[in-house]
């Protein structure tokens, strides 16, 4: 099992007061990217910019690539520009491109002319992809096979060409505009006879991504498909790179991160999102925490003011019937949960593609007699209660309302995220605390008007 | 790109017609396997079955994995004994154990005899293995090299084992013990001059995760140290088999969507939970769509309940002051919100590991000040309609009551997921909906007992 994050730290601070640059490269060798991550996270700059220079420039970029972003930003700032024009040239092509996007103008101009011209065409052809689409996944260390070749020559051109490729689990083979022809996997080719033509054993229609979809679509992808890797087409159907599973499977965290916070009433930000790998909750600053929360808490400040105005404007039976407040809470909150719920597993499904736009009739009839099983189950649960606290008219009041509250409420938050999805917004900002606060402010209507309904109006005091 | 769903069943719809086994041979050879799935999903269970033994023995369990796990159960009665048995010694072997897991005991009396002793063992084995362990997705299907070849015999043992190995891409390095001695993979066997030894090749601290473990546990790890399949170890450290990125995915996913209904107060199932592979909601019946919701709608009624007692403890200064009711839902649902924010927060980042246990004190201290602001943020927002609706005094019972409630709740929020970790309950059950019932009602005394406090005991009438 590879060493904790404590004892590699230790290990790392040892090697930079002792210049041990080898014991340094073998424990950078050793160490999983990960717990370099963890063993680092707290140092100064500085210090992890005198460890990166003190390892041989080829092991550079394995230690660089697994700081955390911050960490990156400030550790560039620190080094001299030949190191930093040595690490650009040496970093994977999907990480070289993030941290370039992350840079200032004036950094950026100062960088790109020392660059080969082939690292900074690859650089700027994978920075222009904006932040949540598959091209800002997207490594261009993929390796290629020729379609004429054989089996086995293609296993040499591997050789040749792989040690700087991300995956060589996955070949790829193109025509001469760098279209995709098909791909095929190293392990067909170790188990086929060196005489098979790579024509033979290639798969031709591979699963694909383009690279201005949203990147959690490439993600699925990789998932439904069980690939190791994903190719990636440009606008005009070349081959811009690939995804790599590792990648995708961090997406997919991200992603669910951010629905999970969405759920919460918890804004993700853009950039710096709750992901342990970059935002850390143990390390946020209080400002940070704020920024995230503030702005549904104060959002749901006006939803429930909606409901604090359907009470004033029945404020004279509220009056008339006080016994009518003890239900409040309940009634407003069980038409808030069941509308979450029915939120949640529609925002799910629409995200996981189980559910599409056009399914929404169907589910609409079911919601209808799931919610009705549900508000006859919560009407039993406190009619009872109603009974004893203010008789058999405010028990009626009471089960009637709940039956409809939670109908209505459901159906509101099954439809609101379709609704979202077909005006093209993301279905996810509708989940639960939206919706709460709107079938909230419902559920007090409800619940009052059928009050007057069953009571009569209140007399004038 | 891969055909439709509707096109691919179309397709299977005519092999089956037509009695084309090579057709279909072919059909299924092509197709992605979650396409299959979907393309199969509304099918009876007998033309499944049919289209099955149409299949030459050798390409079924290619077919048979990826059908929906009621679907897996119903053909299975549909197929003649000599077929069950001849699937069942195809099947990858964590598939295997699933299925087997899900017959019952008669079934299982009548298959076991029939299976070659390897297979019977490897079942038991595998099948021993409670639900959520990483043992209830481990394969044995794994492939070992030995530590005294040469990387040339290496490759060459590889082409021999290979082709029923779920993945060759990471090889397996064991003692005469079954213990592990190492890891290799294939990227370096084929990049390796010939001649090299396996053993200056080999990984000697692999990561593993023990058969016991939470299954989640390995699916954090592969993601954490990129790898595309890790060992698990048995009770006494022999090498059970191996848990591949493929099901790491699928966990993560799993786990992710259980998070999210929880947070939106939907109880997940333990088996046949809402995982677009297994239980689609697009297809989930209405009882099992109630039987998910009913729980948490239920239990939070008496949730509701207590708030509802509170408001009755006061329900004179209620009566004397009716203007406090317009609040009521405002004041009451933002200590909720910020509760269940907190909550969300601290049980993702309990889930993936950025905050443990012992970080507590540091973190209680930092949520009092978060808290603190945004109490402030959200007082400030309603002060002025206070003032508009009840005047000064009002205006101030509400804020302060504010500032009061979201810092309880936040608080509340926070420590109750921490709690739950150290009794050694899943953090995730105190999630949202649990923590935003309590929060209400800490809400409702807090704020009639600041009115009372300001406003004063209301005359007896």
Redesign the interface.
Known sequence: ??MTPAALEARLAASLRSEDARGLAGVID?A???DVFEALREWPSASVGDLLLLLPPPKRPLLFAYLQEDMQDAVLLTLPRDAVVDLFERLPSDDRADVFKRLDEPSRAKLLPALAQVEREDILRLAAYPEESVGSITTSDYATVSVAMLAGEA?DA??VS??DKET??VLYVLDEGRRLLGTVS??DL??APPHTRVEDLMHR?P??AQADWPRARAAGL?????L?ALPVLGADNQVVGIVT??D???V??DE??D???R????QPGGRGR???ARL???HAS?FQ??R???F???L??F???L???G??YY?DT??AY?AL??????L???GG??G??A????V??LA????VAR?WVR?LG?EF??AS??GV??AV??SG?GFV?GGPEIAGVVSISMVLI?VVGSLIGMCLPFLLSKLRFDPATA???LV??IA?AVG?ILYLSIAVLVLGEPQPA
Chains 1, 2 share one sequence.
């Open positions: 099992m590879p050793e999983a990217p990960y296993l591997v050789r792989a040690p060589i689990y190293l392990r170790v188990l229609e699963v694909f990789i998932r439904h498909y069980d190791l599973v590792d995708a499977m961090r997919e965290q669910a991160t629905d999970i916070l759920v919460g009433a918890v709750l992901d342990p850390s909750l143990r209080v925490l704020f995230m929360r503030v549904w808490l104060v749901l400040v939803g429930n003011l409901s604090g105005a009470i004033a404020e509220v009056a006080i407040v003890f239900f409040l809470p309940l407003i909150g069980s949960n069941a979450s719920q939120a949640t597993l529609m799910r499904a996981t593609g189980d559910v399914d589910m079911r007699l799931v099983l549900l189950a919560m649960a406190v209660i606290r939670v989940s639960a605390p709460t606060s909230d007090v």
